[in-house]
């Protein structure tokens, strides 16, 4: 695809960048995303490869959190026809969502909620807990910490976060390696475009 159209492809999907007239139409109707979801994190990155090398069940249901404009989910669905529900607190990234869900020909459920509000008993309807790029202010380890805890207990298969390497994520993946058991690994992907930082994984080994 021409880089003129605006367009990138990653990992098997078409992703839009900001400048594409459909993002600006969007962004004129539904507002611009407050909480930095206003556009693909290039973690998305680091998650599609580690899942392209560790996939998920066919059909898995995945909850996706902080899910922006949704591309972490999306991939699943692509590709490992998972039933997808994008989380995230803010409901103006769900249009740019549903866009590229469209875009993509996969189905991809949302839900407007905190991480903190997420529910022991709401987990235990997912297989697989993913999100990227959401632990960027100190503020946000504690909550992130305690869910991906609540995972565990709910029987959730596998908890998969990444991120730049910024350091409450790696508060966050450092204390849920000594606690639960979890798994804090540097990654990185250098096509289809350059991405540096670190996965947790909890759960699966
Ligand atoms: C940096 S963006 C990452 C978006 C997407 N995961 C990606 O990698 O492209 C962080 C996302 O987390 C959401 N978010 C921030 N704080 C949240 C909270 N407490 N609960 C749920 N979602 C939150 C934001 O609205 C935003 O969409």
Redesign the pocket.
């Given at each position: 695809m021409p880089a003129t159209s605006n367009s990138r492809r990653l990992f098997g999907l078409t992703v839009r960048q900001n400048a594409h007239p459909d993002m600006r139409k969007l962004r004129r109707e539904a507002g611009d995303?407050s909480?930095?979801?206003n556009k693909?994190?290039k973690?998305?990155c680091l998650m599609m490869d580690y899942l392209q090398r560790n996939p998920l069940k066919k059909g898995a249901r995945v909850l996706d959190l902080?899910?922006?404009?949704g591309?972490?989910g999306i991939f699943c669905a692509k590709h490992f026809d998972a039933k997808v529900t994008g989380?995230?607190?803010?409901p103006s990234?769900f249009p740019f969502l549903q866009y590229h869900a469209e875009l993509n020909e996969v189905a991809v459920k949302t839900w407007r909620?905190?991480?903190e509000k997420v529910r022991k008993q709401d987990l235990a309807g997912f297989d697989a807990v993913i999100?990227?790029?959401?632990c960027?202010w100190d503020k946000?380890e504690e909550?992130l910490y305690n869910l991906t805890r609540r995972a565990m207990q709910a029987g959730v298969g596998r908890v998969v976060l990444a991120d730049p390497g910024r350091s409450p994520f790696r508060r966050l993946a450092a204390r849920a390696e000594d606690k639960l058991d979890a798994t804090y690994r540097e990654w990185q992907v250098s096509r289809p475009m350059k991405a540096t930082g670190c996965l947790m994984i909890a759960g699966q080994r």
């Open positions: 995303p909480l930095h979801g693909f994190w973690s998305s902080g899910c922006g404009w591309l972490g989380l995230d607190a803010d990234v909620c905190f991480y999100g990227t790029d959401i960027f946000l909550p």
